[in-house]
């Protein structure tokens, strides 16, 4: 299956402060979505995004397929930010097709 | 959100007993899968289903089975719980291979 490494592993912030996430990928996917994981455990879409820029409010999040990454921006960050942000992906081809494969998350937290 | 409900949302069971997990789904969404969450491992593919009866293995498919009698319901089972088996457990569906999938809010299942 697809390789899936994130950076950082962990990330502590002021509120206010901007980030960064990168998402890196080992192979051509059709799909990649960011996903945020509340304290409680909630799984949240953030995006869908196999290519190109998005942006939804002070989230952005840019994929660029043919060198295999993507970025998560978080700009003015807050409290209710922190959590656990994955990246999953699924193959381009092959016996896969479908199947999310995700990075082990950038754990953030947003101090007051 | 995505109209996806798991139960039950906790269980704790005994080393060899047999478990199953519902999912539930409102969305008439033809793909669904079954996950798991373990610390240090992101999420991991169980099962998964691209139509009624139709399923197929994933990357952690040893120890459980999966059944999809109606197109609303996919159903997990332990045939005899192991240590090794407690995890937290997410389902998702989606209407495609390219498209976005949405998670359930998971159970927590424990086997002492």
């Known amino acids: 299956g697809i390789q899936v490494e994130q950076s950082p592993p962990d990330l502590i912030l002021q509120e206010g402060a901007n980030s960064t996430l990168r998402c890196n990928f080992s192979?051509?996917?059709?799909?990649l979505q960011w996903f945020h994981q509340n304290p409680w455990g909630q799984l949240i879409n953030l995006f869908y995004?196999?290519?190109g820029t998005k942006q939804n409010g002070r989230l952005s999040a840019t994929t660029v397929a043919t060198e295999r990454y993507s970025l998560l921006y978080i700009s003015s960050s807050q409290t209710t930010d922190s959590g656990v942000y994955f990246c999953?992906?699924?193959?381009?081809?092959?016996?896969?097709?479908?199947?999310?494969?995700f990075g082990r998350g950038t754990q953030l937290t947003v101090w007051p | 959100d995505a109209g996806i409900t798991q139960s039950p949302r906790h269980k704790v069971t005994e080393t060899g007993t047999p478990v199953t997990l519902r999912c539930h789904q409102t969305e008439n969404h033809r793909y669904m899968y079954w996950y798991r969450q373990d610390p240090g491992h992101g999420l991991r593919l169980i099962h998964y289903?691209?139509?009624?009866?139709?399923?197929d293995k994933g990357e952690v498919s040893d120890g459980y089975s999966v059944s999809r009698s109606k197109t609303e319901d996919f159903l997990l089972t332990l045939e005899s719980a192991t240590s090794s088996q407690t995890s937290v457990y997410f389902c998702?569906?989606?209407?495609?291979?390219?498209?976005?999938?949405?998670f359930g809010p998971g159970t927590r299942l424990t086997v002492l």
């Open positions: 289903s691209y139509g009624v009866k139709d399923t």
């Open positions: 998702a569906i989606s209407e495609g291979t390219r498209q976005d999938q949405f």
């Open positions: 999953a992906v699924a193959a381009d081809r092959g016996s896969t097709l479908g199947r999310l494969y």
């Open positions: 192979d051509s996917v059709n799909n």
């Open positions: 995004i196999p290519s």
